[in-house]
């Protein structure tokens, strides 16, 4: 029987009935991550036993991830850097407000045990053209512009495959992306181990490059959804089956999941220049 692990990324709640539905849950398949420690737990109200580890307590940490802003991100970082994701033969992510379905963990375990290849389940997933349709751009002439025609070359897709061949010497095309036609949302997935560390490398490195950080620095959730958009290019790449049958719902209307930081005070001009780019 192979070894699983799922971690929800939470920074305040989490919600009982989100893991009752499934009446196989288990709660050692699942580690509640709780991530920016000025917000304390609120949990009095809760009746089941969370297994739950406290983002910085990882031996290696570093919270700037966080207070910039990474977000579900900085948790694959400092699994990856900390080597946690060894312990099993596959992980995966969800977020607090994700409802699982009933048989949930029975069907995950029934998959990967019956599996004669690896398996990528994404559990929110959009079309390439949804991605696509998007416009989300990365243009460095003019970085605080957030979206505009999504043939630019300057799409965000075609900036993170660039990147991606650059970094490993690959010649992926776009007709690759169109192929797969499956996107991970909401940082929402599981996959080997293995596939995971091979991943993390550029992933990774894409953070510690800072690169994001100089787009859209008038959104304050920008670091978060452009590097989503990367992990969804890398996910897409990998030499796995990929499992889309099982989709999450995900309740958008209970609170948000992370506030607004204290770093994110832009100034004049940058909401001026925020202004000026959204209406040309």
């Known amino acids: 029987m192979k070894k699983w692990k799922i971690f929800v990324t939470f920074f305040k709640q989490l919600y009982d009935e989100h893991y009752t539905p499934d009446s196989s849950f288990d709660m050692k398949n699942f580690t509640f991550v709780k991530v920016n420690q000025k917000y304390p737990i609120e949990l009095d109200e809760n009746k089941l036993e969370y297994d739950i580890f406290c983002e910085c307590d990882f031996e290696s940490f570093n919270a700037a991830w966080q207070e910039k802003g990474y977000h579900e991100n900085s948790v694959f970082y400092h699994i990856y850097k900390n080597n946690l994701h060894r312990d099993y033969d596959y992980i995966g992510f969800i977020e607090y407000d994700h ?12 998959m990967i045990d019956s599996a004669d290849r690896d398996l990528l389940f994404i559990f929110n997933k959009f079309t390439f053209h ?5 416009g989300v751009l990365m243009d460095p002439r003019r970085p605080q512009k957030e979206t505009g025609d999504p043939h630019s070359e300057w799409n965000c897709i075609n900036v993170v495959l660039k990147d991606y061949n650059n970094f490993h010497g690959t010649n992926f095309r776009l007709e690759d992306l169109i192929q797969k036609d499956c996107f991970v949302v909401a940082h929402c997935f599981m996959l080997p181990s293995s596939i995971f560390e091979k991943m993390m490398v550029f992933h ?5 490059s800072g690169k994001v950080e100089q787009y859209h620095q008038h959104n304050w959730r920008a670091r978060a959804g452009l590097m989503e958009r990367y992990l969804a290019v890398e996910l897409a790449l990998q030499d796995a089956e990929i499992v889309d049958t099982i989709q999450l719902e995900h309740r958008s209307s209970y609170p948000i999941k992370v506030l607004k930081p204290d770093w994110f005070k832009p100034t004049f001009r940058q909401r001026l220049m925020a202004y000026i780019h959204k209406h040309l």
């Open 130 to 134: 949804q991605y696509w349709e998007q």
């Open 99 to 110: 409802l699982l379905r009933d048989n949930f963990t029975r069907d995950i375990q029934r």
């Open 204 to 208: 990774a490195a894409m953070m510690d």
